[in-house]
């Protein structure tokens, strides 16, 4: 995974090390924790953009 463009979050404040940073990877997205680097979560633009509008309307709040 060291042949991918990591791009942080823009909500870290950049003062620590626990950040989420995401890359494209052919017609594909990666999405890993910088402090576990080599732990990578595969998906596709649409399931990301799906989980990102479920948590934006607050759908995912009652599975804590």
Known sequence: ????TWQKSSFSDG??????ELAV???GIRIRES???DAVVR???A???????A???GRLDHTL
């Open 1 to 4: 995974m060291s042949d991918l």
């Open 35 to 37: 402090d576990e680097p």
């Open 43 to 45: 998906t596709t633009p």
């Open 25 to 27: 990877a052919g017609n």
């Open 55 to 57: 948590i934006k309307t």
């Open 47 to 53: 399931a990301l953009g799906g989980l990102i509008r």
């Open 15 to 20: 003062a620590g090390p626990n950040c989420v």
